[in-house]
């Protein structure tokens, strides 16, 4: 059974720093795709950055991210971090660790971990 566990939301305040961080556990053999997700209230859940769409090493952001969000990854120990620096209060939602299991992403099966808050207060 595949898990996605993520960590590090919380409350900050308008220009701060957070850290989140996605462990992926269970019988993987490959993973095409990794990333982070956000949900704000009322609203779709929306890309906030990636990593291997065109290659392995790819990474994708979301322009309201760009030069503000770092995606991470460490293939030997399975995790997938975001670092968000100048955090605003846009950037409130629901994040979701996600990944594309399998070695092409046309056939690859999504898993997503359970989400993790972060509030940016003004």
């Known amino acids: 059974q595949v898990q996605l566990v993520e960590s590090g939301g919380g409350l900050v305040q308008s220009g701060g720093s957070l850290r989140l961080s996605c462990i992926v556990s269970?019988?993987?053999?490959?993973?095409?795709?990794k990333g982070w997700y956000r949900q704000a209230p009322g609203k779709q859940r929306e890309l906030v950055a990636r990593i291997g769409d065109s290659d392995a090493g790819s990474t994708k952001y979301a322009d309201s991210v760009k030069d503000r969000f770092t995606i991470s990854t460490d293939n030997t120990k399975n995790t997938v971090d975001l670092q968000m620096n100048s955090l605003k209060p846009e950037d409130t939602a629901v994040y979701y660790c996600?990944?594309?299991?399998?070695?092409?992403?046309?056939?690859?099966?999504?898993?997503w971990g359970q989400g993790t808050q972060v509030t940016v207060a003004l």
């Open positions: 996600y990944i594309r299991a399998g070695y092409y992403i046309e056939e690859g099966t999504d898993f």
């Open positions: 269970g019988n993987i053999r490959s993973i095409a795709l």
